[in-house]
């Protein structure tokens, strides 16, 4: 089982940049494809964007297209969220996961926070 710590959230003005991170606990974290999910407040959790096990092979929600950059370092066990051109409606709870597809498949750590005025 990998254990997930999310960080790196913030407030930020609109057309901001921030970066997330994901640290994950063992050995096992280069076998798994991990996604990262936000959930807006009275809104459910939604997928934002997916990296393969091996950092080959990319996807992402459409409204975050151009914008996020999904990377990951298997050698720090870490995967990475690069926020650009941050809007107010992409304020939320931002949380990784590990994932089949689109499809959170593990336990959820407790999110970091990111907040974008207007």
């Known amino acids: 089982q990998v254990q997930l710590v999310e960080s790196g959230g913030g407030l930020v003005q609109a057309g901001g940049s921030l970066r997330l991170s994901c640290a994950a606990s063992?050995?096992?974290?280069?076998?798994?494809?991990m996604g990262w999910f936000r959930q807006a407040p009275g809104k459910e959790r939604e997928f934002v964007a997916a990296?393969?096990?091996?950092?080959?092979?990319?996807s992402y929600t459409d409204s975050v297209k151009g914008r996020f950059t999904i990377s990951r370092d298997n050698a720090k066990n870490t995967v990475y969220l690069q926020m650009n051109n941050l809007k107010p409606e992409d304020t939320a709870v931002y949380y990784c996961n590990t994932v089949a597809g689109r499809f959170p498949i593990g336990s959820w750590g407790q999110g970091t926070q990111v907040t974008v005025s207007s």
């Open positions: 063992g050995r096992t974290f280069s076998s798994y494809a």
């Open positions: 990296i393969s096990a091996r950092g080959g092979s990319t």
